[in-house]
């Protein structure tokens, strides 16, 4: 609880491997996907105040800090969905509206 689910870590580990997502440079430092953005979408019932101040935040401390900025990806927009299961139709709807007419704008 409170990180990524199990089946997204062992995706990452196969797919952010040592040479392709990421090498070390010359003075040590990560060297990686330094061209590459993100979006990251994560959903949860956990309300964002108690995600946020409660427990920090693990997904972008854990996966959108460490590890897509270890690999060099530049998250360009977080996108934290909470009460998905209590929160109203509305809501819902409100927010997949959000989602969609931010990539229409890409």
């Known amino acids: 609880w409170s990180t990524m689910p199990a089946v997204l870590k062992g995706f990452l580990d196969k797919v952010l491997l ?13 060297e990686g996907l330094l061209s590459k953005q993100a979006v990251v979408i994560t959903t949860m ?29 530049q998250t360009i927009r977080h996108f934290q969905i909470d009460q998905i299961n209590s929160g109203t ?6 927010t997949f509206n959000k989602i969609v007419e931010y990539f229409k704008g890409l």
Request: glycine share 10%; proline share 4%; aromatic share 14%.
């Open 18 to 30: 040592y040479g392709y997502a990421y090498t070390y440079g010359e003075n040590g430092m990560l």
């Open 45 to 73: 019932e956990t309300p964002n105040s108690m995600f946020d101040e409660m427990i920090n935040n693990p997904v972008k401390n854990q996966f959108i800090n460490a590890t897509l900025g270890s690999c060099g990806v």
């Open 89 to 94: 139709s509305d809501y819902r709807k409100e």
